[in-house]
């Protein structure tokens, strides 16, 4: 084969590459995305074996770097589409709580044991149900109990009486 006929090749099926992947974007599941990188890739290795190791280099950064631009150019364009905007988030989460704040606010707050604690259970803080461990105690069912540590989504209690006793 000669190299234009080589060269048309190696341009059509890097461009069928980034198409299927472009199209795995759209209608996930894996497999048309895994064949676009398996195409792209047979490519790269093609012009190696074709057009020699100084080719097949300069096709290999053209090809990754095509590659690249054109996924971007795909989200930021799918991102402007109806189709996109089902499928990419669009809401500013710079207002809301995060995981760790809404769980700190309980530090020090009392509640109510609503399964037996041993260690691990479910307590009533502030009207909400919270999944709680003790700090190795158990406590039974419907003991009342005060959060006295919190760290990331793990809630530490202690019972009431406990509490009382300790002089806290």
Known sequence: MNAAAALVWLILMLFLGVL???????????IVGILGVVVILGSIVWAFLQLGVVFGCVYAAVALAICGAGLYFMVRILSETKLGSRIVLQTDLDDSKSYDESRMSLLGKDGVAMTDLRPAGTAKIEGQRWDVVTEGSFILKHTKVVVVQVEGSRIVVRSMEERSLLGA
Not at 23 to 30: F, Q
């Open 20 to 30: 299927l992947i472009c199209v795995e974007l759209v209608i996930p599941g894996g």
